[in-house]
């Protein structure tokens, strides 16, 4: 899964963190908003991987070949590791591409792309497929209405991802590449939405403490209604922990 935190806790990870499910059985995939970010084998918790991005990492992904590509929102930057299954930790990314305040990278199986979501644009990103030497670069972009993008999510069971503004939300419709309206009992300020198979709910956060701050204690779905909450928690995202064929094979290992 992949977490994110304050940073007040101290040390490479902090305190107030939130999750999300990367994909398949085999890993958790933890971004530290305090600047740090590891890939966690939950059978045994064992860190398979872990560096040091800064900049407040939001957001990791797992590619294709091992490697793992973090979105740093106020270092600007999407950085590539390469993961030699060896050493745990390092030091310092083999590749990295500006991108204004980078929230969140997710991997599209089906295409071989990478998306990220960027002020008011959705960005399509090629990878060369090159583990030691790895690569990004823009393929294309789609302008959205509203801006400061935040979330990206598989829509599951769909050709499709859930992207959150701080004014809007959308449905991304890969095949015929257009945003779709959503509805949804706010528009403004969701910090994530996950979905899952048949008979799942799909689960969104959004702030309600109130002020500038940017957690809650509660998850809710679509329509608002509380399906989860813990007092004094301070969550920023949430994520089903299931299947992801949009990014992931049924069978993935390292």
């Not at 090629?126 to 583990?131: D, F, I, L």
């Not at 030497?133 to 999510?153: C, F, I, K, W």
Request: net charge positive; hydrophobic share 35%; proline share 4%.
């Amino acid at each position: 899964c992949t977490t994110s935190d304050t940073g007040n806790g101290g040390g490479l990870y902090a305190k107030n963190s939130t999750i999300k499910i990367t994909g398949g059985r085999i890993e958790n995939n933890k971004a530290a908003l305090g600047g740090g970010v590891a890939l966690i084998r939950i059978a045994d918790k064992k860190a398979m991987f872990y560096a040091k991005p800064g900049g407040n990492p939001h957001s990791a992904e797992v590619l294709p070949d091992g490697n793992v590509v973090v979105a740093s929102s106020t270092g600007n930057l999407l950085s590539v590791y390469v993961y030699n299954g060896a050493d745990s930790y390092v030091s310092r990314p083999a590749f990295t591409m500006p991108v204004h305040s980078a929230h969140n990278v997710v991997w599209d199986r089906k295409r071989g792309c990478l998306w990220t979501a960027t002020g008011a644009q959705l960005l399509k990103l090629a990878y060369n497929g090159k583990r030691t030497d790895p690569e990004l670069t823009q393929v294309r972009s789609y302008d959205m209405a509203a801006g400061n993008a935040h979330d990206l999510a598989p829509v599951c069971g769909e050709d499709a991802m859930y992207v959150s503004t701080n004014q809007h939300v959308y449905k991304f419709d890969c095949a015929a590449e257009k945003f779709l309206d959503v509805e949804i009992f706010q528009q403004n300020t969701i910090k994530s939405i996950s979905t899952g198979p048949e008979g799942y709910s799909t689960i969104v956060m959004r702030p309600t403490s109130g002020g500038s701050n940017w957690w809650s204690a509660e998850v809710c779905d679509m329509k608002g209604n509380r399906l989860f909450n813990r007092a004094g928690y301070q969550i920023y995202k949430a994520r089903w922990y299931v299947e992801n064929p949009f990014g992931y094979p049924e069978v993935h290992t390292l």
